[in-house]
Nanobody, 121 residues
Framework: QVQLVESGGGLVQPGGSLRLSCVAS????????MGWYRQAPGKQRDLVAS???????DYADSVKGRFTISRDNAKNTVYLQMNSLKPEDTAVYYC???????????????WGKGTLVTVSS
């Protein structure tokens, strides 16, 4: 089993910045990809950004140019640097990882508990 622990959320004013961190631990053969999703009240959970072990990134259109995802593969850690934050960025941010779970190469997704980001003046 894999556990994900997010940190770095909090309250920030519009235009401010936060950096989220997520550390994966447990039975990990390797990590195929890690990413950040967010869910605001009454909304679906959507992809914010993802990154493969090889460094290929993907971003939601709403955060392009403002957010940057990065990772430290050796530490099984992914980061999300969030700049120029807007009130509409307010959400619970969830870390997700696609990990290789066995010798056969099967992959599974795991979720963290989430960290709340509130952008408000």
């Amino acid at each position: 089993q894999v556990q994900l622990v997010e940190s770095g959320g909090g309250l920030v004013q519009p235009g401010g910045s936060l950096r989220l961190s997520c550390v994966a631990s447990g039975r990990i053969f390797s990590i195929y990809a890690m990413g950040w999703y967010r869910q605001a009240p009454g909304k679906q959970r959507d992809l914010v950004a993802s990154i493969t072990s090889g460094g290929i990134t993907d971003y939601a259109d709403s955060v392009k140019g403002r957010f940057t995802i990065s990772r430290d593969n050796a530490k099984n850690t992914v980061y999300l640097q969030m700049n120029s934050l807007k009130p509409e960025d307010t959400a619970v941010y969830y870390c997700n990882t696609e990990t290789r779970i066995n010798v056969e190469g099967a992959g599974m997704h795991y979720w963290g508990k989430g960290t709340l980001v509130t952008v408000s003046s």
